[in-house]
């Protein structure tokens, strides 16, 4: 997993657990006319940290590295009728360690990069009680070299029971993609939310014929008013 790979999720993981404003019901004549809601700025700041394992092959040894990446960023929201938008800047930090013969994890590379997101998406409560999210998210990310953008569409069903909400199913531009074992949970205090999300069930995954474990995966945010 790449830099821009690991941002993108962080974001998208930001932004699907960001609070929704929730709306007055109109009359009927009023509901025709699309009414924009303006939020406070908020403050987000998000560490997520991976470890990762490759088997050994014919030609490379195993490897076990760790993926740490920080986010720190401005996020303004509004909503317009049912379409709620969300907008972050801010920077990443990435950081890659490499696991030595000892067990110990020792910095490999380290990357500074800034970053703007944009998101649009729709919230639906299904009839027995799933959430189904529908979006876009744009990602514009430099770190000194050209700037590399990303859009995808999504669309997704989570589930809640006791506090602890889930993704049971996910579409990514139109493609359905695996959904793994992660469970969020929220807290508010004092007016600052944390958001946790932790892998529960290690996987494997495979890119460009490698096969990669994902042995852990934990990402916390926090959110405050400026």
Avoid at 179 to 191: A, C, I, K, L, P
Wanted: hydrophobic share 30%; proline share 2%; net charge negative.
């Amino acid at each position: 997993m790449n830099s821009v790979k690991s941002l993108s999720m962080i974001a998208a993981i930001s932004f699907a657990l960001a609070a929704c404003t929730s709306s007055k019901n109109e009359d009927k004549n009023s509901e025709a006319v699309a009414q924009t809601e303006s939020l406070n700025s908020e403050n987000v700041h998000c560490e997520n940290v991976e470890v990762i394992s490759i088997p050994e092959t014919q030609d490379t040894p195993a490897v076990k590295m760790k993926y740490e990446t920080i986010i720190d960023s401005v996020r303004s929201a509004s909503k317009d009728g049912v379409v709620e938008k969300i907008a972050d800047k801010g920077t990443k930090v990435f950081k890659v360690y490499m696991q030595n013969k000892d067990g110990e994890y020792q910095l490999s590379s380290s990357q500074d990069s800034t970053f703007e997101s944009e998101e649009a998406k729709t919230v639906t409560t299904l009839e027995n009680g799933d959430v189904k999210e529908v979006g876009t998210v744009k990602v514009s990310s430099a770190s000194g070299s050209e700037p590399q953008l990303t859009e995808n569409s999504y669309d997704q069903i989570s589930r809640s029971k006791d506090g602890v909400k889930k993704i049971i199913y996910k579409l990514v531009n139109g493609v359905e993609v695996p959904v793994y074992d992660f469970e969020t949970t929220e807290q508010d205090v004092d007016g600052v939310k944390t958001i946790t999300t932790l892998l529960k069930t290690p996987y494997v995954q495979e890119s460009n014929g490698v096969k990669s474990s994902i042995e852990s995966s934990q990402s916390t945010c926090t959110i405050s008013k400026k």
